[in-house]
């Protein structure tokens, strides 16, 4: 069984940044690409971006030159750097090993003034 541990959401005015860190409480990185999800008030969960255990990186279209996903093997966890926040950005974000069963808690991020 993997646990998932999510941080550094919180509240930020718009345009300011914010960096989320996902921990696994086993090595599972070497294995899977890591993907952060998020997930909106009535809407449905989306992509943000995922990382290959080789380090290739996918963004989805809206957060393309705002959001940076990056991971550190050796201590088992994967970062989401967020820059240029939105209110449309607001929303609980998930880390997750992709086509698996795990998901974290979630850590909620409010873009609000």
């Known amino acids: 069984q993997v646990q998932l541990v999510e941080s550094g959401g919180g509240l930020v005015q718009p345009g300011g940044s914010l960096r989320l860190s996902c921990t696994a409480s086993r090595s599972i990185f070497s294995i899977y690409t890591m993907g952060w999800y998020r997930q909106a008030p009535g809407k449905q969960r989306e992509l943000v971006a995922t990382?290959?255990?080789?380090?290739?990186?996918i963004y989805a279209d809206s957060m393309k030159g705002r959001f940076t996903i990056s991971r550190d093997n050796a201590k088992n966890t994967v970062y989401l750097q967020m820059n240029s926040l939105k209110s449309g950005d607001t929303a609980v974000y998930y880390c997750h090993p992709m086509y698996s069963d795990y998901w974290g808690q979630g850590t909620q991020v409010t873009v609000s003034s």
């Open positions: 990382i290959s255990s080789s380090g290739r990186t």
